[in-house]
């Protein structure tokens, strides 16, 4: 189990190490792009300041024109005429901001775009870092429970041998008083022997 844990840490680590210079490669065109996309996202914002500033400016120049008119004698002709210019000018300031925005949401478009192809080149990687840290914790776990069964063990293992030890002190110190008890008795009867002895000869 553990042989098979070490094994699939080693191959996800080696998945892991991707080509360096690739990835840097893949880094410098990003960089380029996120570069090409600025550019047109600043030429898009360009475009719709100079579309309100050229709205603003035929605006301002048809109020001016209406008031001049009214001066004249034929005014709704001279109205008609500042009309149609503020109307030629407000389509041109329009097509202006149509195409800001228009570069605006295709810049967007492909930022999603880019978005998503990073994500999905990525997710091996990440399910691989995934799979290699539970697997790096599931040997860490492991190896703690290893050390604290190896601590019971050798717990178990001291108790035992003391209890052995106990045995056989208790042991020694029995035979040792049986060793006693049959020296006091030997003792014994060879004293009853001799003062049997004694008594006879008198």
């Known amino acids: 189990m553990e042989n098979r844990s ?32 600025q550019m047109r996202l600043d030429k898009a914002a360009a475009l719709q300041a100079e579309s309100k500033a050229r ?5 301002e120049l048809l109020t001016k024109r209406n008031a001049e008119c009214a001066t004249k004698f034929l005014i709704n002709d001279c109205r008609n005429a500042a009309a149609r210019e503020h ?5 041109e300031a329009r097509r202006l901001g149509i195409d800001g925005r228009a570069i605006e949401r295709e810049v967007k478009r492909e930022q999603l775009s880019d978005r ?5 080149e990525e997710a091996p ?8 840290r539970q697997a790096e914790s599931m040997n860490a776990r492991q190896a703690a429970e290893d050390k604290m069964a190896a601590t019971r ?8 041998e003391g209890e052995k030890r106990k ?16 020296r006091v008795a030997q003792k014994k009867r060879e004293a009853e022997q001799r003062a049997a002895q004694a008594a006879e000869k008198k």
């Open 153 to 160: 063990a050798a717990k178990a293992a001291k108790a035992a």
């Open 6 to 37: 070490l094994s699939v840490v080693a191959g996800l680590i080696v998945l892991l190490a991707l080509p360096f210079a690739t990835l840097a490669a893949e880094g410098e065109v990003s960089a380029d792009q996120q570069a090409a996309w």
């Open 167 to 182: 045995i056989a002190e208790a042991e020694k110190q029995r035979k040792k008083q049986a060793d006693h008890d049959a």
């Open 87 to 91: 109307l030629k000018t407000t389509r």
């Open 116 to 120: 998503n192809r990073v994500q999905a």
């Open 55 to 59: 709205q603003d400016e035929a605006d």
């Open 125 to 132: 990687r990440r399910a691989a870092d995934l799979e290699l």
